[in-house]
């Protein structure tokens, strides 16, 4: 399977790759990126404004069950999306969450943070509990249109 993808660059997975974990998050609508062997989401539930979900194509359902290769792609992915973030949106903080409690595909959860509410489009987003970790029950309202802007600005933030 990851054969398959190998070279992939901003191009949407075809759908007989995508994992379960992916579809979960709502792939192919939601991506922003495909790397390699990383596909980068817009969390449909936006925590915070540009809260994203990375998750790994290999069929890997432990950390450690990841190829080398994944391992050392995921240090070039980090810092993109790092990178591509805070020309975005201008975080304070960011974290990453790795639960794989309900979904068993390897992905992190990636929370940009905010000490002050942040305007995008017109929409005030909160981060609900800065400066403490990410509380997740509590989300800021978004539409599916609202999230194609986010998803296009990112995109137009990252490295190319």
């Known amino acids: ?14 759908t007989n ?22 596909t980068m989401l817009l969390r449909p539930t936006q925590v915070t404004l540009g809260s994203l979900v990375l998750i790994c194509a290999e069929p890997a ?5 990841l190829s080398q290769d994944a ?12 990178q591509g973030l805070e020309r975005a949106f201008a975080f304070d903080k960011i974290n990453y969450l790795m639960l794989m ?10 929370f940009p943070r905010y000490a002050d509410p942040k305007n995008f489009e017109g929409h ?28 296009t600005h990112i995109q137009q933030n990252l490295a190319i």
């Open 124 to 151: 005030e987003f909160l981060d609900h509990s800065w400066p403490g970790p990410p509380d997740l029950t509590r989300t800021n309202p978004t539409s599916p249109d609202l999230h194609q802007v986010i998803i």
């Open 61 to 65: 359902t432990q950390f450690s069950q």
């Open 101 to 110: 409690m309900v979904d068993p595909d390897v992905h992190f959860h990636i």
């Open 1 to 14: 399977m990851t054969q398959a993808i190998i070279g992939l660059r901003m191009d949407k997975l075809p």
């Open 17 to 38: 790759t995508l994992n379960a974990t992916m579809k979960k998050f709502g792939a192919p609508g939601t991506q922003i990126k495909t790397f390699g062997r990383w």
């Open 71 to 82: 391992f050392t792609e995921l240090h070039t992915v980090t810092r993109e999306i790092e």
